[in-house]
């Protein structure tokens, strides 16, 4: 009854999202980049949390439909992890079935968050096929680990993602290994990096406050013990974009930080740290929507991050950054 509920809740706010949109958001703009020298343009949501509710497989679809009617056909989705709610093979299969009806860019990312390495009998390794195995059916891409990179228009994108089925993430010595090599060889091409973390780093957006009560540890909510070797690799190159998700922040901008005490981009040098509002649950902080990500545009001297409801189909324009490039 409780997930009924929150499903339910979820399909009317987002009609409330279109309802309100006049006060809200922009509901006119057209979908397509700010100008015709855009390099790369992509979206991106996180937490998706599949279940086998109907509702939530068509929530997703309201978003992957507005995604599709782009103007500017997209280059990418980027999904930044908890896919599935438990990582079960029904779940992933809801999953596919929403992606089955749209084809809503050329390219779909998939990261793995901790929900999906909770299988219905916690086997890890169980976790890892199915994550493997629902990239190639959703997506179109053979991966042999659950981390991986991929190129599109000739920017990298880094695929990271947790070893075991804890809540905090576990990076190997062989990822971070793996990480230091991507980046060496992405830095190459002096194109912005974009990395992709269900987990953001620790102490970040909020952290650990935002992860629960005042009394957290000070690196509850965040990647966990290999935090700082990963914030170490990603801050040593320039033009970095990491894209998180996990601890369910709303929207929040610059002028509201005193409030909530994050901003969904955060700037440290040339190292900007995107956390995406959860695609399916409401929040308790910032701006009060589901089905809501972010638009990213790409062009030879910056950024542009718009955010958006695409279960709505309304730009919220208070939220939206640019980024000079380096």
């Known amino acids: 009854m409780i997930a009924f509920i929150k499903s339910l809740l979820a399909v009317i706010l987002s009609a409330l999202n279109i309802f309100f949109s006049p006060f809200f958001g922009d509901f006119t703009a057209e979908t397509k980049p700010v100008n015709e020298n855009?390099?790369?343009?992509?979206?991106?949501?996180?937490?998706?949390?599949?279940?086998?509710?109907?509702?939530?497989?068509?929530?997703?679809?309201?978003?992957?439909?507005?995604?599709?009617?782009?103007?500017?056909p997209l280059d990418a989705v980027v999904l930044t992890g908890d896919l599935t709610d438990h990582g079960e093979i029904q779940e992933w299969e809801m999953l596919k079935e929403a992606f089955e009806t749209y084809t809503p860019a050329k390219n779909i990312i998939l990261a793995q968050g901790n929900h999906d390495t909770w299988t219905e009998d916690d086997k890890?390794?169980?976790?890892?096929?199915?994550?493997?195995?629902?990239?190639?059916?959703?997506?179109?891409?053979?991966?042999?680990?659950?981390?991986?990179?991929?190129?599109?228009?000739?920017y990298?994108?880094?695929?990271?993602?947790?070893?075991?089925?804890?809540?905090?993430?576990?990076?190997?010595?062989?990822?971070?290994?793996?990480?230091?090599?991507?980046?060496?060889?992405?830095?190459?091409?002096?194109?912005?990096?974009?990395?992709?973390?269900?987990?953001?780093?620790?102490?970040?957006?909020?952290?650990?406050?935002?992860w629960g009560e005042d009394d957290m540890e000070p690196d509850d909510g965040g990647l966990g013990d290999q935090s700082a070797q990963v914030e170490e690799i990603l801050k040593s190159y320039d033009n970095v974009?990491?894209?998180?998700?996990?601890?369910?922040?709303?929207?929040?901008?610059?002028?509201?930080?005193?409030?909530?005490?994050?901003?969904?981009?955060?700037?440290?040098?040339?190292?900007?740290?995107?956390?995406?509002?959860?695609?399916?649950?409401?929040?308790?902080?910032?701006?009060?929507?589901?089905?809501?990500?972010?638009?990213?545009e790409v062009y030879d001297d910056e950024v542009i991050i718009r955010a958006r409801s695409f279960s709505a189909g309304v730009w919220y324009t208070d939220y939206n950054f640019t980024i000079d490039l380096v």
């Open 38 to 72: 855009c390099r790369l343009n992509f979206a991106a949501i996180s937490d998706i949390h599949m279940t086998e509710e109907t509702a939530r497989r068509d929530i997703l679809r309201f978003g992957l439909a507005d995604m599709q009617s782009y103007a500017n």
């Open 124 to 154: 890890y390794d169980l976790a890892r096929t199915y994550f493997i195995q629902y990239n190639k059916e959703i997506a179109g891409r053979e991966i042999e680990n659950e981390y991986y990179s991929t190129e599109i228009n000739g």
């Open 156 to 210: 990298t994108f880094i695929v990271m993602a947790s070893e075991t089925d804890r809540t905090a993430a576990y990076i190997s010595d062989t990822q971070l290994e793996w990480l230091r090599g991507e980046m060496a060889k992405a830095a190459e091409k002096d194109l912005p990096i974009f990395v992709i973390s269900h987990w953001p780093i620790n102490q970040s957006h909020g952290l650990p406050v935002t």
């Open 241 to 296: 974009f990491m894209l998180t998700g996990h601890i369910h922040n709303g929207l929040v901008n610059e002028s509201q930080k005193n409030t909530y005490g994050y901003v969904s981009v955060e700037s440290d040098g040339s190292f900007h740290s995107i956390n995406m509002p959860p695609y399916m649950y409401l929040t308790i902080r910032g701006r009060i929507a589901n089905g809501t990500g972010f638009s990213f």
